[in-house]
């Protein structure tokens, strides 16, 4: 079975990206998985500033999943430029990039998108709409205000010619309008979802698990989230979705397909099993050749545009 995709100009060797914030900027993840035999990744979401994050602990289990605060924690703009992406260039060469970025304001999406432009080493941005971390930010994340989805694609679309794709929440009743905005104003791909806003109390104690108190809940038991999200994001737009959110089997990948992603994240999973990524493209292929499948294409189905309708 033939995995390869052709999508944004240019050649995924498989669908399978790890999503932002699993594997930072590639390198911190080299020692334990080829990185340059995935589909691709997404970096960390990078800012203008360093950040140092959230007080610890910043990630906590419980059995659904996993609880994260990590606050943005990144090196910043010019360490990025610096000492990321030139190993990026050096040692990936088959696998596709997104650098993602993050801010407080409006204005800082634009001047991350202007500052890595004229860098190599990566095929486009995923603009990080959508983190439930962000202290600093006064108010729900800018995927749940229409204006700003609009704005800061608007902005984003004028300083690059890179694809962008925009990064969704999955608690946005309005997901299929949100998608709709974000294409209209100018982004190339969606990545749905984020992770979850959650919280966790430890009964006996009374405190809260992680340093920050809430966090975005991620891994198995955000499955049905992201695959909702990407039924509507599908009824609402034509373009290539990145299917994420509790990705831990083929299985998983393969349903997110079938709803209309051409592009599989896998999060969470890759903290317990580095590989699970490249696990989940050989299970993709697997399955693929048991049942006389010839290409990964094939199985991304255009959509249901209705949430009842049966996709098999
Ligand atoms: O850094 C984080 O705490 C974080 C981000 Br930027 C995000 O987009 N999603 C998430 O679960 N955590």
């Not at 990321?84 to 999406?109: C, D, M």
């Not at 080493?121 to 204006?147: M, Q, T, V, Y």
């Not at 806003?197 to 920050?212: I, M, N, Q, S």
């Amino acid at each position: 079975m033939r995995l390869t995709t052709e999508l944004f100009g240019v050649t995924f060797q498989n669908p399978v990206l790890l999503a932002a914030g699993t594997c930072g900027f590639g390198m911190e993840l080299s020692d334990v998985l080829d990185v340059d035999a995935l589909g691709g990744f997404v970096t960390k979401s990078v800012t203008l500033e360093p950040r140092k994050g959230n007080a610890a602990p910043r990630v906590t289990e419980f059995g659904g999943g996993m609880l994260n605060s990590v606050g943005l924690a990144n090196p910043g703009l010019d360490a990025v430029r610096r000492d990321k992406l030139p190993w990026i260039r050096q040692n990936v060469t088959r696998a596709q990039v997104f650098v993602s970025v993050a801010g407080h304001r409006i204005e800082e999406f634009l001047r991350l998108v202007e500052g890595l432009d004229g860098e190599e080493g990566f095929l486009g941005f995923e603009i990080n709409l959508s983190c439930p971390n962000d202290e600093r930010r006064d108010g729900p994340p800018f995927a749940l205000d229409p204006h700003a989805v609009t704005s800061i694609l608007t902005g984003c679309r004028s300083r690059t010619s890179r694809p962008l794709l925009a990064k969704l929440a999955p608690n946005d009743p309005e997901v299929g309008r949100t998608s709709r905005l974000a294409v209209e104003a100018g982004a190339d791909g969606l990545t749905l979802v984020n992770t979850l806003p959650g919280f966790l109390l430890d009964g006996e104690t009374g405190r809260a698990k992680l340093g920050a108190g809430r966090g975005g809940m991620s891994g198995p038991a955000l499955l049905p989230s992201g695959l909702l999200a990407i039924q509507r994001a599908r009824a609402a737009t034509d373009v290539p979705l990145v299917g994420l959110g509790g990705v831990t089997r083929p299985g998983d990948a393969l349903a997110y397909a079938r709803l209309g992603a051409s592009l599989i994240g896998v999060g969470t999973a890759t903290f317990a099993d580095p590989r699970a990524g490249l696990r989940i493209a050989r299970g993709i292929e697997r399955f693929g050749r048991r049942h006389g499948v010839a290409s990964w294409d094939e199985l991304v189905g255009p959509g249901t545009h209705t949430e009842h309708a049966d996709v098999s």
